[in-house]
């Protein structure tokens, strides 16, 4: 029996919230363990708030940490906590060596060459064949034994900090009960992304119809978002608010759900989007559907017809008519269709006041 149990993920902010399905098992199966979650110091608000662990360990990757020496003080920080058991749910080299050097009794998860030598068993990452939470899972199956799957689907505990600013902005920007359509455009890498031109068009036929419009993003989202509401027709509307670079993530969250509907890209926001129960119309053009969708299912995936999809290219190769082709072929009406839908079935009601469904979490996939 496991009683002192770190779980590593290093990824970036929808891979750490894929990880919370695993928390909340490894607490079903182990409630006395103390359970602890290893990731990136800049996700801090994702996972700080989690009820099912006991404690957070943040590594600064691109600051303090990103040398060797506080690479090394930072393993001796791990070791001296004394984990009978550590899981590597991120297999690059950092993570694989921090899992490799924990000092725990044992070591399991995906791991890269020498590094899984330390391992008492290597999980093959089975994101090509199934959802990456159900890769997850059976690394706890295989690796570690679970029986019990407690899947509550993606979860994240707003900061209170992050909870009280958010809601000071929201009561100071939208008026009443306005029905908030968001809108996330940016995407990790350009093969996300869907076109600028098509978001503006369909803002615009939202504010048509009575809603209020809102877009999201970090600080490398702005020229973007600046790129779409120069197509717009009611960029100057009070229905149209920007709140791009100006949230934490914490706040992206609170902000999330107290909107009706999410149109978003594959990427971080989606899936912040899923934890906190928002309906989402996400695009998929290079991107994988299977792994990585968005884990609800009152939710849609518009998958490109093109017949490249899915390539996971981060940029397209491909020139003139045919360079991000995949995205070309999602249209305006399509993503609309689906958004009213959405709006209707769930009456345009804020996301916090929709009921959970546990265990429903196979979003619908649609091609347009």
Known sequence: MYKNILVINLMHLGDLLLTTPVLRTLRANYPKARITLLADLKLADTVSENKYIDECLFIDKKGKDNNLPNFVRFIQKIRAKHFDLAINLHRNERASALAAFSGADEIVGYAKPFFSLFFKKVSVNKKAEMHQIKSHFAVLQEAVGVTKIDDGGLEMTVPKAAKKSATKLWRTTFIGKEKVVAFNIGGSWPGKRWLPEYF?????????????????????????????????????????????????????????????????????????????????????????????????????????????????????????????????????????????????????????????????????????
Not at 289 to 304: R, T
Not at 338 to 367: D, I, M, Q, W
Request: net charge neutral; hydrophobic share 35%; proline share 8%.
């Open 200 to 368: 503006a068009q369909c803002a615009d036929d939202l504010i048509d119809n009575g809603y209020s419009i809102l877009f999201l993003g970090g600080t490398m989202d702005i020229e973007r978002v600046n790129e779409c509401t120069a197509h717009m027709k009611h960029k100057d509307s009070h229905s149209c608010k920007i709140f791009t670079g100006k949230l934490t993530l914490g706040e992206l969250a609170a902000v999330l759900s107290n909107c009706s509907l999410f149109i978003t890209t594959d990427s971080g926001p989606m899936h912040v989007g899923v934890a906190m129960n928002v309906p989402i119309v996400a695009m998929f053009g290079a991107s994988p559907v299977l792994g990585f969708s968005p884990y609800d299912a009152k939710d849609v995936v518009i998958k490109s017809p093109a017949p490249c999809h899915p390539c996971d290219i981060q940029i397209c190769p491909k020139k003139g008519a045919e360079n991000m082709r995949c995205m070309r072929e999602i249209p305006p009406g399509a993503v609309l269709k689906y958004a009213y839908e959405l709006l209707n079935k769930f009456n345009g009601k804020p996301a916090h006041s929709l009921p959970s469904h546990y265990g429903k979490y196979e979003c619908r996939v649609v091609t347009p």
